[in-house]
């Protein structure tokens, strides 16, 4: 049995930058694999284990401009 990694969203700053590791979903929104500040993301991608630290001097990924 594997070891799994999970993190409290209380382990991060709101302001903290985050990344999301792969495709969250939830009953209102989808959110795809990025930075995000931690204060965008839902609480079950944190326990779920798909967020992660990224190092200080990035910054959220910004939608394309259109």
């Known amino acids: 049995m594997a070891i799994e990694r999970r993190m409290s969203r209380d382990a991060f700053i709101s302001t903290e930058i985050v990344e999301l590791k792969q495709i969250c979903l939830t009953p209102n929104q989808v959110y795809q694999p ?5 204060s965008e993301l839902p609480d079950i991608a944190f326990t779920m284990g ?10 959220p990924d910004q939608p394309p401009a259109g």
């Open 34 to 38: 990025g930075r995000y500040l931690a």
């Open 50 to 59: 798909l967020v992660a630290r990224t190092p200080a001097s990035t910054s």
